[in-house]
């Protein structure tokens, strides 16, 4: 897989980030989801085990439309 960098909301750390791929898809780094409630919930409502979520900024979302 191919990243392309679109944007980041930090020029120190380089997190959180957001990626296009060469498949059509998008790849977001961000912070990692440590509140066990906010997880709990995410497994209520479907995400399986194999999966993660990570937290992101609202700022970072308009970058979404550049890939």
Known sequence: ????????????????SLFATDRGT??????????????AELRRRGMPDHETAVE???ALVQHFTQG
């Open 56 to 58: 992101i900024p609202a």
């Open 1 to 16: 897989m191919k990243l392309i960098h679109l944007a980041t909301e930090s020029a120190k750390t380089g997190c959180p």
């Open 26 to 39: 998008y790849v977001v780094q961000g912070w990692k989801i440590a509140d066990d409630e906010a997880l």
